[in-house]
């Protein structure tokens, strides 16, 4: 059994329902208890996830100048940050719990990931 089954076309479908998600769940989920920044840095990564996106060499992408390799590594970035952003910022409750989750989510599907 194949490790990484998600391919780059699946991982595209993921990425633009991600960057979605991250415009929108923060307001249906009423971040920003702690501080705004826990609602407003969702938003502006789901944007750069679009960006992203559009710009990566696969079949989804638009004008595909980021290599997919490339793309994994901003998204395993991306789960990093999104790990330690809680601990930095002071977050709590529902703001920390909902960026551990992300990166949880973000690392799995790196993981899963395949290449080609």
Do not use: C
Request: proline content about 4%.
């Amino acid at each position: 059994m194949k490790l990484r089954f998600i391919s780059p076309t699946l991982h595209g479908v993921a990425d633009y329902s991600a960057g979605l998600g991250l415009i929108i769940a923060p307001f249906a989920l009423s971040l920003g208890e702690t501080t705004p920044i826990a609602l407003w840095f969702s938003v502006i990564t789901g944007i750069a996830v679009l960006a992203a996106s559009a710009l990566t060499n696969y079949k989804l992408g638009l004008l595909r100048t980021i290599p997919f390799q490339g793309h994994l590594a901003i998204d395993l970035l991306v789960a990093v940050t999104f790990m330690i952003l809680p601990f930095v910022m002071g977050f709590t409750g529902i703001d920390a719990h909902y960026y551990w989750i992300n990166a949880a989510v973000v690392f799995l599907v790196v993981a899963l990931s395949a290449t080609e």
